[in-house]
């Protein structure tokens, strides 16, 4: 999952009225990390979008994985916010989670859909006087429905989620990233921590670069009890780093 691109943008969108989007293209090295994981896509590109309007926000993107062949797996989550306060900082936020994956076997192909989720709860968002530095805080009831497909039992529990995002170096810089943590009965711990800074060099803060909205850096991908590897596993911890760019419109 990539997500949150720069809460610093989305924080700046939604207090000043102004929308971002922007297209990200990762690629990922858990294949040469982890001997576990030979089968973990190689690329992932990421679709984001982010639009405030008078009762609050919309935000959402897609994942695409990708290996030598093609496309092996598809990510979105969508979430909007309700404004409850005139400062905007406190919001009624409703989400939707859910997407599809594929595989190989020694003999045959499979395919899967994920264990998709509602969630509903509040979020608190707080930006510094420059909207150099943000932070968003959420806390959400967490549904997950049957899968037919796997015969995964429904359930429900909660999810806190943390994002925030620093801009320095005269805008050179970007430091973002969330962190996710929810409820989930089927693994160790029976709590799943999902989380994933990221780095970036903003090269339209270069001399001569103003209208060149490329970002070159990368992301760290670090869980517990999430990512599965080529046994079957998820009981464990991986941080799993990337190398990637992204151009913001």
Not at 214 to 241: H, K, M, Q
Request: glycine share 8%.
């Amino acid at each position: 999952m990539k997500r949150f691109f720069s809460l610093a943008i989305c924080l700046i969108a939604a207090f000043g009225c102004a929308s971002a989007q922007n297209v990200q293209l990762h690629y990922d090295l858990g294949h040469s990390l982890y001997k576990d994981m030979s089968s973990r896509a190689s690329v992932t590109t990421t679709v984001e979008m982010f639009k405030p309007d008078t009762w609050g926000s919309t935000f959402l993107f897609t994942d695409i994985d990708y290996k030598s062949d093609g496309v092996i797996g598809a990510y979105w989550e969508i979430a909007r916010e309700f404004n409850l306060t005139t400062n905007k900082q406190w919001a009624a936020h409703v989400e939707y989670n859910g997407g599809l994956g594929t595989g190989k076997t020694a003999d045959s192909y499979y395919g899967n859909r994920y264990q998709h989720a509602v969630l509903l709860g509040g979020a608190w968002n707080w930006a510094s006087k420059d909207f150099s530095k943000t932070f968003s805080l959420q806390l959400m009831y967490k549904y997950q429905f049957k899968n037919g497909h796997t015969g995964a039992h429904p359930f429900s529990g909660f999810q806190l989620t943390e994002a925030l995002g620093t801009t320095f170096a005269k805008g050179l810089c970007t430091f973002s990233g969330f962190c996710d943590l929810w409820y989930d009965p089927n693994v160790n711990g029976k709590l799943i921590l999902v989380s994933e800074p990221q780095f970036w060099f903003n090269l339209n803060t270069l001399k001569g670069m103003k209208d060149v909205n490329l970002s070159l850096g990368t992301e760290v991908e670090i869980s517990n009890n999430f990512v599965w590897n080529d046994r079957g596993e998820n009981n464990r911890f991986y941080a799993i780093p990337t190398v990637a760019a992204k151009w913001a419109f």
